[in-house]
């Protein structure tokens, strides 16, 4: 079922989803200051890939300060709004029987992006 998933997630614009992580990474990594923050997005654009199967859940001995610390400056700086827009995917999916499993990990998702400091994908 995961592959499955996997493969119609893909053509839902699960893959463009995973470039446009990919690509706002390579853009915040031309920075010093932005490294730590684009590493954080290429680690959800490859969440965003292969959803089905996978989790983003807390490291060991996290949340931490500097996690905590830094997940405040990415709320701040904006990345709630990609957090929204899972979220209304993830309703949007919903609405039909069929697209639940769809939703449930875009909801998934809207939490590890809100909070990415401090995960790891199992």
Do not use: D, R
Request: net charge neutral; hydrophobic share 55%; glycine share 14%.
């Amino acid at each position: 079922m995961n592959s499955i998933g996997n493969i119609i997630w893909l053509i839902l614009g699960g893959l463009l989803t995973a470039i446009l992580y990919w690509l706002g990474g390579l853009l915040l990594c031309i920075t010093i200051v932005g490294i730590p923050f684009g590493v954080q997005l290429f680690k959800i654009g490859a969440y965003a890939l292969w959803p089905f199967g996978h989790e983003m859940v807390n490291k060991p001995n996290e949340p931490g300060c500097v996690s905590i610390v830094m997940n405040l400056i990415w709320v701040l700086c904006g990345w709630w709004e990609v957090a929204l827009l899972h979220l209304a995917f993830g309703i949007i999916f919903c609405i039909t029987i069929v697209g639940i499993p769809w939703g449930l990990q875009h909801f998934k998702m809207a939490i590890g992006s809100i909070f990415p400091f401090g995960k790891e994908i199992k």
